[in-house]
């Protein structure tokens, strides 16, 4: 049985609503995620997952999106 854990991000080069939307997207494809928050005025994600997700996979997600993150 997977745990749900919850892992904070720090995300650069988001400026809007848009940029918010994007990265949440990206990430909420992923497989195992289950909840994300985003802030593109802190930079701040939060991901939600059932425990198998890596951070890679975050990481990569957002790259997709065209920005930059790094585990906060």
Not at 15 to 34: D, F, P
């Amino acid at each position: 049985m997977s745990t749900s854990t919850t892992a904070e991000f720090t995300v650069t080069g988001m400026t809007c609503g848009h940029c918010e939307m994007s990265v949440r997207e990206e990430v909420e494809a992923i497989s195992g995620v289950t909840g994300v928050e985003v802030s593109s005025k802190t930079g701040a994600l939060s991901v939600e997952t059932d425990g198998t997700v890596s951070d890679d996979a975050i990481t990569a997600a957002v790259t997709e999106a065209g920005y930059a993150a790094t585990r906060a």
